[in-house]
C-alpha cells in the first residue's frame, strides 16, 4: 500500500513539473498526458517569467531528490566555483553518490538509490558510506558491500534488469555492472548527464 501511495504521488508530482521522475510516472503520464486535478486538461494561462523559473528549478530538485535547503547550498557552491553556475550546479548534484548509484544501474530509480545508500549497502574506496548527499570524488570506487551482493534487487540490477528504463551509462562513469561496481573517472561535464533541465532558468531564479 505504502509503495502504491508513493507511486501515485509521484506520478502527481512528474504530471504537474512535465517530466517523467520514475519509470512507472512515465507510464502514468502515456495514459494521462496532462497536469493533475480537475482543471488538469484545461487550458493554462501563460505562466508568469518567475513561474516558469520556479517550476524549472523545482524539476531539477525532483530529478535528484533532494531537500531545498541542499538545493541552495549546491547552488551557492556553483557560484563560487569557476565556470557557468548552471552547468556547475547539475555537474556537483551529479556527482552525489545517491545519483552514481542510480546512473550505474544498481537502482531503478533516485529513490531506491537513496534507500540503498542510507541502508549501509554501498561502500566508496571500501568504506561504507550512509549519506545520499557524499560528494564522490575522481577516480574513486562506488560498489555494494559484499554482504549484500547477494540480495534478490541487487541480484537483479546486477543481471542488467534496469538497464532497459535507465538512461546510457554516461562516459563518467566506468560500470561492472555484474560486479557491482562503477568509478567515476573524471568529473561530469553537463552535456553529458541525462537530466531534464534549462540550467539558466535554475540560475536566474537564485538570481532573483
Known amino acids: 500500500m505504502a509503495n502504491n501511495t508513493r507511486a501515485r504521488r509521484t506520478a502527481r508530482l512528474s504530471r504537474a513539473l512535465g517530466i517523467a521522475l520514475t519509470p512507472k510516472a512515465a507510464k502514468y503520464m502515456e495514459r494521462r498526458p496532462y497536469g493533475p486535478g480537475e482543471h488538469g486538461r484545461a487550458r493554462k494561462k501563460q505562466d508568469s517569467d518567475y513561474a516558469v523559473r520556479l517550476r524549472e528549478k523545482q524539476r531539477l530538485r525532483a530529478q535528484y531528490g533532494i531537500r531545498e535547503a541542499q538545493m541552495t547550498r549546491a547552488f551557492e557552491e556553483a557560484r563560487r566555483t569557476k565556470g557557468l553556475t548552471g552547468e556547475n550546479l547539475i555537474e556537483l548534484l551529479e556527482m ?6 542510480l546512473r550505474a544501474g544498481f537502482a531503478r530509480t533516485i529513490a531506491q538509490a537513496r534507500q540503498l545508500v542510507v541502508h549501509r549497502h554501498i ?4 568504506v561504507r558510506v550512509d549519506r545520499p548527499s ?33 538512461p546510457a551509462v554516461p562516459a563518467y562513469l566506468d560500470v561492472k555492472l555484474e560486479a557491482l561496481q562503477a568509478r567515476l573517472v573524471r568529473r561530469p561535464k553537463r552535456s553529458e548527464v541525462p537530466v531534464t533541465c534549462e540550467e539558466q532558468l535554475v540560475v536566474e531564479f537564485y538570481a532573483r
Open 134 to 166: 557524499f560528494r564522490v570524488g575522481e577516480g574513486q570506487l562506488v560498489h555494494v558491500h559484499t554482504r549484500s551482493e547477494t540480495m534478490a534487487p541487487l541480484q537483479v540490477a546486477a543481471a542488467g534488469a534496469h538497464r532497459d528504463v535507465l
Open 123 to 126: 561502500m566508496v574506496d571500501g
Open 96 to 101: 552525489r553518490l545517491d545519483a552514481l548509484v
